[in-house]
DNA sequence: TTGAAAGCGCTAACAT
DNA sequence: ATGTTAGCGCTTTCAA
């Protein structure tokens, strides 16, 4: 079935059908209307395909994951799937493995879906100039920036949280509740990603408050998953027993940390406290209910989406947005008296 | 960047580039290594829409999903995801709302998109004939089947596990620990759907044991979702004293539904045993560790997607697969003395 | 082994 | 207000 067909049936030409279909003026109401209900008789969908071809710009932006295991990921997802379809885009998503270089691939979609641009989730922090200059199109990063690149402002955008200053807010909440002796959970202190920034906060949490920095209480997980997660918290609960609390990097990772301390026959939070970053369903479920710091993930993908669009539709440049987190209290963290 | 401008480049015409891309035969071994070293040069990516227009078939398969929300279904969409990458086949992610009805949605994907094929995840469990009938192109229902429409066995297929037996499974595991008083969260008795079919194998299971069937124990979250999930638990656990074990038809549910039963003062098991079916991840690092029947979720994707492709490239017909499940023994349940 | 050219379904400029 | 027609980038006959 193909616009021809529909054209014939209607005894019009296929530009009258063209019109109809795409909203413009200089259709009469009859012809309209009879276009609509043969469209509708025959449930008729346009060739996307040959569509996108004649269109100088197809209608489609890609979402590039890496890391579409984490739990938090998966509602950014939905809420920048939602954005896009409201505002009348197609997502065309790929997951990229960890091992994978998220530019190459977008750039790979990019021109073979030919996609007015693209958002990169879990991507990393350290681009150069020429990495990105193989993207022909605007891009996104979602929940990261480029901290440990030589990027200018106006070559790329972003929507994210400040990891160091919110993993401070975090340290610094267990600080005030009395704890000295602070656990962190991390994938590695020198990933150029996340848990580097996070670690860097920690980190000055501690010296501003005159606590010294304790290496030994610091265990990399190596992986970002739950199961490293459990095991690096195994480690140190059974190498160390003086810690009073933890702060772990993501809410899935502390989630696995707690499972793990219980195993261990401690106590949350009595014998340790803990506290995360990110805010997702499952860790209010969780027994006690752990207290993070909850990242706006429907507004990190609605703005990720609404940045992207507007230098697609040449309606504004670069841009870049801190988001801020929310303490959400759980039962995890005690005072210290 | 065009083939023409490839063309160009190497001296040679449209159609000798498309055939090396294509790895057409009749290419001089010369002509084949400078195309590709400039194609390499350049980056140069094919234009899939163009593609797409003139081959009669596209590559691309989609995949309509119901409920993103559930955890479950995350680990099924990224084998999904996989296998078809795997395959050399593109997937177009289409998620839809609670109301919005999937085939409709499938249809429109498929003609707009060109598809080959479609996988339905968190489908209705009640096609008819009709309305089967709009969608042109081979289908897969994942992890759920035909249960209550009237379709031939070959006019669609499925890969799933049997929801009945494996509640039933799950009932009398709780029932083989001495547990009589058993309670049931589901979404709803009547959906039509997994609750319906679960339900079913509670009630089965019950009836064999020589149980009578309370159906007071029986509460209805009338939503899929965790929320709901732990005010279903919340209400039965003020209304209720005397049950001793729950079963709750998925993880996610499950996990919410002890935390309401740990915030009404109950502990699991002591006070009560849970079990459920699903095994997603997180379940693992409930405390206690779930016990409950695990659904191969990796492997419910890479059939899906083979018995499709077998049809897309017509291998193979309609084929139906019923996968079992396995027990994952957490801690979730006590025997009963 | 290579090239020329038709045509996939659609949109938009141009003509009427 | 409507029709005619030239491409969009690619694959695939058909000819050479």
Redesign the pocket.
Known sequence: M???DIAERCG?????V??V??DH????E??REKVMQVVEEVHYV??GS??D???PKSNSIGLVVRGVGNPFFTEVIRSIENAVGQAGYTMIFHQIASGEDELSAGASLVQSKRLRGLILLGGCFDYSKEQIAVLKVPFVCCSYTNSFGGLKEDAYSSVTINDQKEAYKAVELLIEQGHKKIALILDSRHDHSVSELRYKGYCQALLDHGIELDEELVEETGKFDMESAYGAMHRLARRRKDFTAAFVIADSMAVAAMKALSDEGWNVPEDCSVIAIDGITMSTYTVPTLTTLVQPAEELGERSVRILLDMVEKKAGNRHMELETSLREGGSIRKLD
Chains 1, 2 share one sequence.
């Open positions: 193909t616009i021809k019009v030409s296929v530009s009258t063209s019109r279909l795409n003026p200089d259709v009469s009859k012809v346009p060739n040959a569509r071809l004649v269109k």
